[in-house]
């Protein structure tokens, strides 16, 4: 079923959801199938609503354009922590995969992106008060 989604992160998710897939039964293939098209489905009305609000903040436009311009590598990734935690997740087989990875970085990153927009919009109400 080939899915048109755009930008290169969403590909590289795609990617390894794909390489995930690879593993299972047809059965559990037939669930992740599904699941997937509700996070795509979920990532397209994301995006839609996005585009009306850039329409009204230009900084908006701004940190959407350099997080869907960045790129990550589907086939690595930098465990950073502590020693013990990284050997804990070693011994522990609990690494995350690429797309836990690219998940959780697009999602902290959003979490950055309205902290800086709250504050801007916090101080735009203080200066018109």
């Known amino acids: 079923m080939p899915v048109d989604v755009p930008y290169l992160p969403m590909q590289q998710y795609l990617d390894a959801y794909s390489d995930y897939r690879s593993g299972l039964s047809m059965l559990e293939k037939l669930g992740a199938m599904l699941v997937q098209c509700g996070e795509i ?77 709250t504050a801007l919009d916090d101080a735009r109400a203080e200066l018109r008060y």
């Open 41 to 117: 489905d979920a990532w397209r009305r994301l995006k839609r609503e996005e585009r009306v609000r850039e329409d009204a903040n230009e900084i908006r436009v701004a940190l959407n354009y350099y997080t869907s311009n960045l790129n990550f590598d589907p086939g690595a990734f930098l465990l950073t922590g502590s020693l013990e935690e990284c050997s804990r997740l070693i011994r522990e087989d609990r690494i995350p995969d690429v797309k836990t990875v690219i998940a959780s970085n697009m999602g902290l990153r959003y979490l950055l992106r309205n902290d800086i927009l």
